[in-house]
């Protein structure tokens, strides 16, 4: 490109820049399902539609797609209660192909019942992502994707903090718990043992090189526990905050709640 200040003169600066190519999207894709959770004995099918921009359905195009199943401590049925250890180790994700996806049919529809056999060990509760790619002939590709939850492998313990900020020292930090089958459903358990603990913070100094550091060191002591039963409107636990975080320790009576959970509730350091 060139600038002049004089149309018949010379110009008096000249700049090159790259002109690429662009092709905006010609199709549309969408993918949805109607199961409610999905699991190694629990398929779920996902139904996909396509169809060129102008309108025309895109039949026979090709498509592939994966699953991303993640740890969560969230159910979107019990909003505020969350699941499994807290201080649990984060895993990497697992990423699973989907194997023998067919053409789009002449109304550029498709459809694969999805199940998924290789969960993580976990004791949070596990959503599944689903990415599905329709691919056009020249091998450009357009992508959607869809969450599912994965169905309990056991029942579990959901803990709701009622309280959203930190709480003052020698305040009540109340919780609600609730014991959920593995069908989602709450149900009633009793005697639910549950420990209290207060996390003591001290500092351990180290040298690195000539630098001296520090890291903070975390110890845990027991200040109290009991039990509750957990009925369908949830089972109530309040307990006296001290000037320590405050960490909170389940435990089923039997083995029909298999996740354990636990909730830190910082207050004054």
Known sequence: MNIY?????????????LVD??????????????????????????????????????????????????????????KGFLFGLADEEASEDSRLPIDGLPELDENGEASTDLT??????????????????????????????????????????GIKPEFSDDLPENAIAN???????????????????????????????????????YEPVYTAEQVSNGSVDATMDGGKISVPVTGAAIVSKWKAPMPTARLPASNSTPVGS
Not at 5 to 12: E, L, M, Q, V, Y
Request: hydrophobic share 35%; no cysteine; charged share 25%.
């Open 116 to 157: 998924i056999s290789d969960l993580p060990a976990t004791t949070q509760l596990l959503n599944a992502t689903v990415y599905m790619r329709m691919q056009e002939a020249g091998g450009r590709a357009i992508e959607r994707s869809l969450t599912i939850p994965v169905k309990n492998r056991g029942a579990s313990i």
């Open 175 to 213: 919780f609600t718990v609730i014991s959920v089958k593995a069908d989602g459903q709450k149900q009633e358990t009793k005697g639910l043992r549950w420990k209290f603990y207060s996390l003591n913070r001290e500092y351990q100094w180290y040298r690195e090189g000539t630098a001296r550091k």
């Open 21 to 78: 190519d662009f092709v905006p999207d010609r199709t549309d894709m969408e993918i949805k399902t109607e199961a409610k959770e999905v699991g190694p004995d629990t398929p779920a099918t996902i139904t996909v539609s396509g169809k060129y921009l102008y309108g025309a359905p895109a039949a026979g195009l090709t498509l592939e797609g994966d699953v991303v199943v993640k740890p969560t401590r969230e159910s979107a049925a019990y």
């Open 5 to 17: 200040t004089d149309p018949k003169g010379s110009a008096i600066a000249t700049k090159s820049f």
